[in-house]
């Protein structure tokens, strides 16, 4: 895969968000569930940093409803919507007249779980496939890739779970139709919402080829 598609998720402080922008990543996601460690909370500083990046903003909401949603897409002036929930095709499509990219996610443990990819290929731009584990997100393990070789997917799709500098190798061999780019969190933590930018930006830099003395 060239020049694969690079979001970091989880981001959660304004000086580690500008530390990040200054990479050569393409998304910066931040997350809106309470449930979550990473979990943005009342982030004033943060969001006035991630309205001044370049990068793609997204953000993160577990069965959110849409008047939540719709506030976040304007204080945060987001980009993408990433339903990591149980939301329907309906909720989707409705997302989707706020006028940003919908991500849906489904959480992968077996060949089973991808059975609805086609009850939301018209109601959402991109798939993203994250490990079923018994947190909603940031399990900090892979799932068996070689499922996603199974199953005509019918969207662009990013991966994710578990992704770090220990699979660069093996995602620049990656073979699979579709598949956009990488999702990375946990594994690239000092604790949960705070990344290391250098580890970071040599993963960013091997996928990319872009020259770098870092690490």
């Not at 050569?24 to 309470?34: K, P, R, T, Y």
């Not at 989707?96 to 919908?102: R, S, W």
């Amino acid at each position: 895969m060239e020049n694969p598609i690079i979001k970091v998720c989880g981001m959660r402080e304004a000086e580690n968000i500008f530390q990040l922008s200054r990479t050569a990543v393409d998304e910066i996601g931040v997350i809106f569930f309470e449930g979550s460690a990473r979990f943005v909370g009342d982030a004033g500083i943060a969001s006035i940093f991630l309205r001044q990046v370049t990068q793609k903003t997204v953000g993160v909401f577990v069965n959110s409803t849409y008047k939540y949603i719709h506030s976040k897409v304007t204080e945060f002036s987001l980009d993408k919507v990433q339903l990591h929930g149980d939301e329907s095709p309906e909720f989707c499509e409705r997302v989707q007249t706020l006028d940003v990219e919908v991500v849906k996610v489904f959480k992968i443990k077996t060949k089973k779980d991808l059975e609805d990819l086609e009850k939301f290929k018209d109601v959402v731009d991109l798939f993203l496939f994250d490990t079923k584990g018994e947190k909603e997100g940031g399990n900090g393990y892979t799932f068996d890739w070689s499922i996603l070789k199974s199953i005509d997917i019918p969207l662009p799709f990013m991966l994710s779970g578990g992704i770090g500098v220990q699979h660069i190798e093996e995602l620049k061999q990656l073979n699979l139709k579709n598949c956009i780019g990488f999702d990375v969190n946990s594994q690239f933590e000092e604790e949960p919402g705070v990344k290391d930018i250098k580890k970071i930006t040599h993963f960013i830099n091997s996928l990319k080829n872009i020259p770098s003395n870092d690490l």
